[in-house]
Nanobody, 120 residues
Framework: QVQLVESGGGLVQAGGSLSVSCGASGSILMLNDMGWYRQAPGKQRELVATITIGGSTTYGDSVKGRFTISRDSAKKTVALQMNSLKLEDTAVYYC??????????????WGQGTQVTVSS
């Protein structure tokens, strides 16, 4: 019912910048929280950043001051701008959206993931 397509990511040197974005489509009535999570090899998936329908943001401690999340509710997109990247930011980044479908079902969907690799 809901499809998420992620783009961006790739390889960047430490200290550099990169952005990832995610677009949602399908039977979406409304989107509430949208966010990004990441999972590094051998580690649990962790919060990177979320943004509410009202624009309030939450960031993981390790990315505060370096990453910025934004959304375009009309276009059903969420983006993550990553600056001052560190080696430890290397992970697969996943988009997540929460909301309601047109038949009023709860949406809690994940993207397929996009690799971000930071090199020294």
């Amino acid at each position: 019912q809901v499809q998420l397509v992620e783009s961006g990511g790739g390889l960047v040197q430490a200290g550099g910048s990169l952005s990832v974005s995610c677009g949602a489509s399908g039977s979406i009535l409304m989107l509430n929280d949208m966010g990004w999570y990441r999972q590094a090899p051998g580690k649990q998936r962790e919060l990177v950043a979320t943004i509410t329908i009202g624009g309030s943001t939450t960031y993981g401690d390790s990315v505060k001051g370096r990453f910025t999340i934004s959304r375009d509710s009309a276009k059903k997109t969420v983006a993550l701008q990553m600056n001052s990247l560190k080696l430890e930011d290397t992970a697969v980044y996943y988009c997540n959206i929460k909301g309601r479908s047109t038949d009023w079902r709860i949406i809690d969907s994940w993207g397929q993931g996009t690799q971000v690799t930071v090199s020294s």
